[in-house]
Each structure stands twice: as structure tokens, then as C-alpha cells.
């Protein structure tokens, strides 16, 4: 492991050889291995330096004594947010997170802040989010996890907190199945989460959550099932707008390409005017051809290889549409659903 650290890979062998040294009290070393660990845990530059951290908080968890359960608890969850970032197809990283997180919030809940608390629940729901993707959680256990963050992460205190949870509660609703008489509800309750978010942010204090929640608003309009199609379309579209006033492709590449596919989308499913839907969309389907030939540069610029793949597969079924009659109506294609959704 430690031959793939690096510089850093000197920090932590002498991390672990001070925290040898008898002359230091247990606590002290526990907390400097503990520091070791964070400074690799924040900017990772590949997982090894995170299974590094790892390493190094197990190391400082047996070292500390037992009659310091906070300092305990504050290493198993940052445990647990380590291993909440490891790169991982497989479920035990994740299960491993859940473990940590879950044993830690009791003791940070009796010893902690109730921001260490909330902290601590919003990366527990993510874990259960994650393993309810790979249906080996539920996902019921992810919202109320959200929703006990919500009681210290309010929008009067921490807007930028809030405006997070409400995003990682949308999605999780948009995550459940929608087979029942409940699906359209749970839409609604999502549109209304993402709605609620951007109540808390601004365009100029954060605008980081703010395109995050204008583009995730966007698909989930679209993406509705509802009567109201055009409407929810064009709605969407403002969004999407709204959204690549940060999202720019100098600033943000990735970001950018993934909402101007989401907008590309949009507009292959809309009339070129609303008023008059029989009168087709050719417009539009050049206008979404083009945002998904920016789109597929970039994410082949940046080796997302499925991504290249879907928005030139969907450019290939445009050019085909347009060489065929131009559609009469606003039906809906499978297109793209390029939305992101993150707390960091």
C-alpha cells in the first residue's frame, strides 16, 4: 500500500513511528494518527491513500484508551466516511461505512456537537442509499437518516447543509419504485425537496449547490409522469438554464456536458412551439443535436466512455428523425439521465 502513497506515504511512516514513541501519552498518539488520516482522507489522489487512512485510524482506535469514547466515536465516523469514498463496485465498503457510521452516532449523540451528529447521519444515509442501489439496504433508511440531519441542518443556520439534504432527499425519492398508486407522489415530494433547497442558496454564496439543485430539479421535471408534459418541459429547461450559468465548459467541463445532455434531452421532447405541438420540433432536434455533439467531446475528452457512447448513440437516432418526416407530437424518448448528486 504504502509504495502507491507517495510524499504522503513518509507522512504516515513516521506518523506510526511517533505514535510508538512511549514518551507520548496513548491519546496524543491516537489523535496524531488521526490527523495523518483526515490530511490523507480529504484530498485523496487514488484509494490507496484512503485505505491508508483507514489503516491509520484502526491503528489510533486501538491505541486510545477505552475512557475516551468521543475521541472513539469521531475516528469510527470518519472511518466510515473513508470508507464511504473508496472506489468500489462490490457492497463491503459501503457495509463497512454503515457499521462505523452507525456505532459512532450513539456516542457522538450522548458526547458530541449536534452538528458532528448531523454530520454523521447525512453519511449514513448516503451508505444506505448506495446499498439500496445494489438492493442490499432500504431505502426508507436512508430518508430518515436525512431527516434526523434536518433537525440541526436547518435553513436559517446552515442553508448550504440544508440545500444538500433536501438534494440527497429528493433523489432518494426519485430511487424508490414507482410501480404503485404512491409513484406520483413521491415525484412531487422530490420536486418539492429540490424546490425547498434552492430556498436556502443563491447564485452568488453558493453556487455550487445552486446548479446542483437547478440541474437535479430539471430532470426530475422532465422525468415526471404527468399530464402536463410541456409544462413540466419547459419548466425543466429554465432549470437547466439556470444551472449552466455555473456549469460553464471552461469552469466545469464535466458538469456542464452533463446538463447540456439533460437539456438536449429536454428539447427532443418538446414541440418547437408549445401552442401548436403538431406542428413538430424540428428546431429543437437541432438544437439538442448540437448540445449532445458538445456533450460527447467532453466526456470523450475525459474518458466517460459510456457517456460518450449514449450521447452520440442518441445524436445517430436525431440525425435519423431529421432525414425522416419531423415528429408531430412531444413523445417521449428514452434519451439521457445524466443528473449528479453529491456532499462534498
Not at 507517495?6 to 494518527?33: C, F, H, N, Q
Not at 412551439?273 to 413538430?280: A, R, S, T
Request: aromatic content about 6%.
Amino acid at each position: 500500500m504504502e509504495a502507491d502513497l507517495g510524499r504522503a506515504g513518509d507522512e504516515v511512516r513516521a506518523a506510526i513511528a511517533a505514535a510508538e514513541e512511549e514518551a507520548t501519552s496513548p491519546v496524543e498518539r491516537a489523535e496524531m494518527l488521526m490527523e495523518i488520516a483526515i490530511g490523507l482522507q480529504q484530498r485523496p489522489k487514488n484509494a490507496d491513500q484512503l485505505l491508508a487512512a483507514i489503516d491509520l485510524y484502526e491503528r489510533a482506535q486501538t491505541i486510545c484508551p477505552v475512557d475516551e469514547p468521543l475521541l472513539i466515536a469521531r475516528m469510527k465516523a470518519r472511518m466510515g466516511t473513508a470508507y464511504l469514498a473508496v472506489p468500489s463496485e462490490g457492497h463491503e465498503s459501503l457495509e463497512q461505512a454503515r457499521d462505523k457510521l452507525g456505532e459512532a452516532i450513539p456516542v457522538l449523540t450522548q458526547f458530541g456537537s449536534p452538528e458532528e451528529v448531523a454530520e454523521a447521519e447525512i453519511n449514513l444515509g448516503l451508505a444506505y442509499q448506495s446499498l439500496a442501489g445494489q438492493h442490499r439496504g432500504r431505502i426508507t433508511d436512508a430518508i430518515s437518516a436525512y431527516q434526523r440531519a434536518l433537525r440541526t441542518f436547518n435553513r436559517d443556520r446552515f442553508p448550504q447543509e440544508f440545500a444538500i439534504l433536501q438534494n440527497n432527499l429528493a433523489t432518494a425519492f426519485l430511487s424508490m419504485p414507482f410501480t404503485d398508486n404512491r409513484a406520483k407522489m413521491r415525484e412531487a415530494l422530490a420536486v418539492q425537496a429540490f424546490e425547498e433547497g434552492l430556498r436556502s442558496v443563491n447564485l452568488v454564496d453558493h453556487p455550487v449547490e445552486y446548479a446542483m439543485l437547478q440541474n437535479n430539479l430539471g430532470n426530475a421535471l422532465q422525468y415526471a409522469s404527468s399530464s402536463h408534459t410541456i409544462e413540466n418541459n419547459l419548466r425543466a429547461l429554465e432549470a437547466y438554464d439556470e444551472a449552466l450559468r455555473v456549469r460553464t465548459a471552461e469552469a466545469m467541463p464535466l458538469e456542464y456536458a452533463n446538463t447540456v445532455s439533460n437539456k438536449a434531452n429536454c428539447l427532443w421532447n418538446l414541440p418547437d412551439n408549445p401552442e401548436f405541438p403538431d406542428n413538430g420540433n424540428r428546431a429543437n432536434l437541432i438544437a439538442a443535436r448540437d448540445y449532445y455533439r458538445q456533450s460527447r467531446e467532453i466526456f470523450a475528452r475525459s474518458g466517460e466512455v459510456d457517456k460518450a457512447r449514449i450521447v452520440a448513440e442518441a445524436c445517430e437516432q436525431i440525425d435519423r428523425e431529421l432525414l425522416s418526416a419531423p415528429p408531430t407530437n412531444g413523445a417521449s424518448h428514452v434519451g439521457t439521465l445524466l443528473a449528479t448528486s453529491k456532499l462534498n
